[in-house]
């Protein structure tokens, strides 16, 4: 491939990694608490879905970055789980939900 065809690629490539990104949405840095639904362990009916278990919770969030690894501590603690279980973060069809 020439050069300038190299170049021409490249920027498609940049272009769409940034749409894909949409780098104007940003997460917040600080977040007070979490909307959090409990899911059931397994799978059930047709759909192959997870059941629900009770109501939408308010998870306070006390960590000052917002990362994966931190949202599954403040779940494991709210929800006092035991030490051999562990939480999963699912994405919804609601989409994620925050509060400043």
Avoid at 34 to 42: E, K, S, Y
Avoid at 48 to 75: H, M, S, W
Wanted: positive net charge; aromatic residues 10%; hydrophobic residues 30%.
């Amino acid at each position: 491939m020439s050069n300038k065809n190299n170049k021409k690629w490249e920027n498609f490539k940049r272009k769409h990694a940034e749409k894909r990104r949409k780098k104007d949405e940003k997460l917040p840095d600080a977040v007070d608490y979490l909307t959090v639904q409990r899911l059931t362990a397994d799978v059930e009916g047709k759909c192959q879905k997870y059941g629900r278990i009770g109501p939408l919770a308010i998870v306070p969030f006390e960590y000052d970055t917002l990362t994966l690894d931190n949202i599954k501590k403040a779940c494991k603690s709210y929800f006092d789980v035991a030490t051999y279980m562990e939480c999963d973060v699912l994405a919804g069809e609601r989409g994620p939900s925050y509060q400043h």
